[in-house]
Nanobody, 124 residues
């Protein structure tokens, strides 16, 4: 059974930092592309960042470029999202997702497995 478990969310002041983690089990993690998405209240889920397999190419939505960094540790079956210079508009539930084909696509439809999400709240 595939499980993706996010952690690291919380309440932070604007300008602060958080690092989200997503621990994967039940799949060959090192051969999956991984992505982070977020959903703000009353809005649809949107792409944040992704890392492909095997090249490890990264992609970010424009609003987080230069502030967020996605990385992975295949030995720990974990993908990370380092978030710096946080803004109130970053407030959302953050989800990680796994893509069997490793594309690192920004499209949510390419991801087969999803975590339950972790809340990030940025106060002004």
């Amino acid at each position: 059974q595939v499980q993706l478990v996010e952690s690291g969310g919380g309440l932070v002041q604007a300008g602060g930092s958080l690092t989200l983690s997503c621990a994967a089990s039940g799949l060959t993690f090192s051969s999956y592309g991984m992505g982070w998405f977020r959903q703000a209240p009353g809005k649809e889920r949107v792409f944040v960042a992704a890392i492909s397999w095997p090249r490890g190419s990264t992609d970010y939505t424009d609003s987080v470029k230069g502030r967020f960094t996605i990385s992975r540790d295949n030995a720990k079956n974990t993908v990370y999202l380092q978030m710096n210079s946080l803004k109130p508009e970053d407030t959302a539930v953050y989800y990680c997702a796994a893509d069997f084909y490793g594309s690192g696509s920004p499209s949510s439809r390419t991801y087969e497995y999803w975590g339950q999400g972790t809340q990030v709240t940025v106060s002004s």
